[in-house]
């Protein structure tokens, strides 16, 4: 099993992105701006759209201002199963974001391209904390002709 | 091991991103301005400056507008051994990118770092061919308290 990592660093207090990562308005800030459901209770179901595709997470794990941990239940055939792990940490004035997306079960090439468009998303993550304003689906950063 | 994966898309042909990996003055105008050596010849070797840190590359592989492969020779203990990789094929009006840092022994909090930064430069690379202006350092795009 392969796993994708990222590190981002936002100069802002543990509790704002918990809250962006916990929220539906926060998770429409930086990833889609289609997002629903309950991101602030354990089993809580979250949809995230694109257009006609995207994702449906099942929060797992939720620590207040530290961690926040979603299983993929609907979406892509490749992220069925796998966990996508939120862990702050304050670090100075810093929030310290450890992402990981793991339990692929193969480096196909659509893992390639959804390491790349996290970096993305994780920077609009920070941009949103650090400035009020993000860049989410569909006006997020283009990176290949996947999207 | 664990690996680092990346995929962008570049506007622009194969050759022209073969020579921005394998020229001082193309990797200068993506990743360290402070880029020196010879990136074009088997066993060539570049030297990355990042002010007082910096990596050095042996050339490993090159497979003109196909492949360039690089071991890092020089620079943070985590680095020495590990391999990266850029394969890139053409997709109608795209070069498509698939890179890979592959060798890592222990995913270490530095490789989340390293794994964002160069989600970023990668992002500097698209940006040069399709623009003919990257963000190199010293004037690349913060992303932590590492930077």
Redesign the interface.
Known sequence: M????????IRTAPSDVYKTLTTTAGLAGWWTTDTSGTGDELDGRLEFRFGADGFDMQVRDLDPDRHVRWEVVGGPEEWIGTHIDWKLDR??D?T?V???HSGWRE?V?F???C??KW??F??SL?SLGETGRGAPAPDD?E????N
Not at 2 to 9: A, E, T, Y
Not at 143 to 146: E, L, S, V
Request: glycine share 6%.
């Open positions: 392969v796993n994708i990592l990222h590190r981002v660093g670090s100075g810093w310290i450890l992402f990981e480096p090439e893992m390639y391209h390491s790349t970096a993305v994780l920077m920070k950063v990176i290949d002709n996947w």
